[in-house]
């Protein structure tokens, strides 16, 4: 157990190196200014041959087409090629990706917020690419 302290001006966590088994880092990195370092220093944590489980929006579902994404303070979704390439100069191996179809749709909610939301996640559920978000299993590769 533990409980992650990142330095605003460094990004480092304040871990040894190869310390867990297992990393999750769900809704996190896109609203970091540099997910790189961080996804970095996830990998750096992470002891070799172990897992890390990451969530993150995809750019390319259509509920950030239409209205804007989730008007969060910043939010920066990437597509899937763009998460795959940081995943992966970050020092890891993608094992799998899977669709996360998106946010329910709630009685409070407007009917155009219902159509958006229920159109996202049957685009989302039938074509990866449009996905509202992307579970990326991962794998730390060896170091060389």
């Not at 009917?111 to 996905?131: C, D, H």
């Amino acid at each position: 157990t533990g409980h992650f302290q990142i330095s605003e001006s460094s990004g480092r966590l304040n871990f040894k190196d190869e310390s867990f088994d297992v990393l999750t880092c769900l809704g996190v990195l896109e609203h970091i200014i540099n997910p790189e370092t961080v996804v970095q220093e996830c990998c750096r944590v992470l002891k070799n041959g172990s897992k890390a489980v990451f969530v993150v929006p995809n750019a390319g579902s259509p509920y950030f087409w239409f209205g804007g994404g989730t008007s969060q303070i910043y939010e920066k979704p990437r597509s899937l090629k763009e998460w795959s390439r940081m995943f992966q100069a970050g020092g890891f191996k993608i094992q799998n990706v899977e669709s996360d179809p998106g946010p329910t749709v709630h009685a409070h909610c407007s009917v155009s917020k219902k159509i958006k939301v229920s159109v996202n996640r049957i685009i989302g559920q039938t074509i990866r690419p449009l996905a509202y978000q992307l579970v990326f299993v991962l794998v730390k590769e060896d170091a060389v």
